[in-house]
């Protein structure tokens, strides 16, 4: 087996007013090499909007970073509420691995519910099938496009610290945390 990929951006939201539809919200990515954060990008994306995926591309994309980042990591396949990331999509235009990683199985019924109640959320459910199904991997949950489960595994394991969740994950969740609330809180 080659070495694992080990280049990895993580990206979480920050936190945001789950009431007010349509505002921005934080997104940072957590550039690491292994589990040493390198660098940082930020932007914002719309409250329960649909720009996620392509602020993503953007982030990437428009950073120094652009050449490192061997695979990119989410935690979750939604940020700021429910604005849900193609991960297909986001995979095709970076020409990279992207993983969607989670501590539990997600609770399909009350997703597909609470999209009911969501301007667009017939799209967006579409994408979340599309994605496939989380599937239990390294003590995690996982989803992934453009790379084997092995290959997977092992770049979950070069890139976790402390626990299970990948670092540039967690270090993003923190990060967004920070700056949002001007003190990092809770779990990613």
């Known amino acids: 087996m080659a070495a694992p990929i080990t280049n990895v951006i993580g990206f ?10 349509g ?33 993503m591309i953007e982030l990437v994309r428009g950073s120094q970073f652009d050449e490192y980042v061997r695979a990119v990591l989410l935690g979750g396949i939604a940020v700021a509420g429910f604005n849900v990331v193609d991960i297909r999509a986001l995979h095709a235009a970076l020409e990279r691995p992207v993983v969607v990683v989670a501590r539990r199985p997600p609770r399909y019924a009350m997703i597909r ?10 799209r967006k459910w579409a994408l979340i099938q599309a994605a496939g199904p989380m599937e239990p991997l390294g003590g995690i949950y996982v989803q992934r496009v453009g790379i084997s489960p092995a290959d997977t595994a092992a770049m979950l394991e070069a890139t976790a610290l402390h626990g299970k969740l990948p670092e540039p994950v967690r270090a993003a969740h923190l990060i967004a945390g920070g700056v949002v609330r001007g003190t990092s809180r809770g779990r990613a």
């Open 12 to 21: 979480d939201d920050g936190p945001f007013d789950k009431q007010r539809r």
């Open 23 to 55: 505002g921005a919200v934080l997104l940072v990515g957590a550039v690491c090499a292994r589990t040493r954060l390198d660098g940082v990008v930020s932007g914002r994306v719309r409250h329960d909007g649909r720009n996620a995926t392509q602020r």
């Open 113 to 122: 519910e609470a999209l009911s109640r969501v301007p667009g959320g017939d």
